[in-house]
């Protein structure tokens, strides 16, 4: 696993296969989200769970966030890989910045970011 342990946390870049990476071998494996369905956020009792890696995260996001709103994404990203802010920090600006409208891929990266 490419992924690096950086005390207790691991660095976004190897998890979600690098944002700016070109090279098909940078994704990281994959992480199931249960209850996800293309196109909805939550799910329901039958919903199956679909796997989910850093390449298809952004690509879903790049579709669905204003171009200010993947930006901050991004910067975010870039920052907690820098170490200059902790992935509870990351996680509470992107929970700001996704809100309600895109919980499901709020849901998604918390889980990226985690594994």
Known sequence: ERSRERGGERDVSAVIGGAGSTS???????????GEQQGQGGGGAGAQAQP??????????????????????????????AREQSRHRTL????????????DLYDQFERLLMR
């Open 24 to 34: 098909g071998s940078d994704v990281g494996s994959p992480v199931f989200v249960p």
């Open 52 to 81: 989910i890696d850093g390449r298809e995260f952004f690509k879903k996001a790049r579709g669905r966030l204003s171009y200010d709103e993947f930006t901050t994404l991004l910067w975010n990203v870039k920052a907690y890989n």
């Open 92 to 103: 509470d600006n992107l929970s700001d910045l996704l809100n309600d409208r895109h919980r």
